[in-house]
């Protein structure tokens, strides 16, 4: 009788371990739902950068970046704005509260990205002068940058390059 009832003791406390598990399971799977937030994911040419919490300064963020470029065009120019060659996304996705990425490390990698190839087109009365001096590049820097063209002659819809 002894043995029975040891045999019953066990299998009630068997019985409450594996429901205990079972709740500690729902327990512990409505604590990681709690913890997912909604993010912000940049994505640049379908390649994930990052996630932050604040769309706005991320927005903020890439617009900074691109108006950076607008400072360093003449006046003379007829540009009114600059945006991304690559295909730049922010999308609304569910993360876990700890996956968030820092905007100071999104804003290490945009500005990391290397510049592709800069031409400036020649127009009707440009010189390679006019165009150093108002771009504010050194004449010396245009001229090794372009061997094929005869700095005494440049004609319109010429490509002049002026960064590598």
């Not at 399971?25 to 040419?45: I, P, W």
Request: charged share 25%; proline share 2%.
């Amino acid at each position: 009788m002894i043995k029975l009832n040891h045999l019953k003791i066990a299998a009630i406390m068997i019985a409450v371990i594996l429901a205990g598990v079972y709740l500690s399971k729902d327990v512990t799977s409505a604590y990681k739902e709690a913890q997912v937030v909604t993010g912000y994911r940049l994505t640049v040419d379908g390649v994930s950068w990052g996630v932050v919490e604040d769309s706005n300064a991320l927005n903020t963020l890439l617009d900074e970046y691109k108006q950076s470029y607008m400072e360093t065009i003449s006046e003379s120019d007829d540009v009114k704005s600059v945006d991304f060659k690559q295909m730049v996304e922010i999308t609304e996705v569910e993360v876990k509260n700890d996956e968030f990425t820092s905007l100071e490390s999104i804003k290490e990698k945009v500005y990391s990205i290397e510049m592709g190839e800069v031409y400036y087109t020649v127009k009707k009365g440009d010189s390679f002068w006019a165009i150093a001096n108002s771009n504010k590049i050194p004449l010396a820097r245009i001229i090794q940058l372009n061997p094929e063209f005869n700095p005494e002659k440049i004609w319109a819809g010429n490509k002049i390059l002026f960064e590598p």
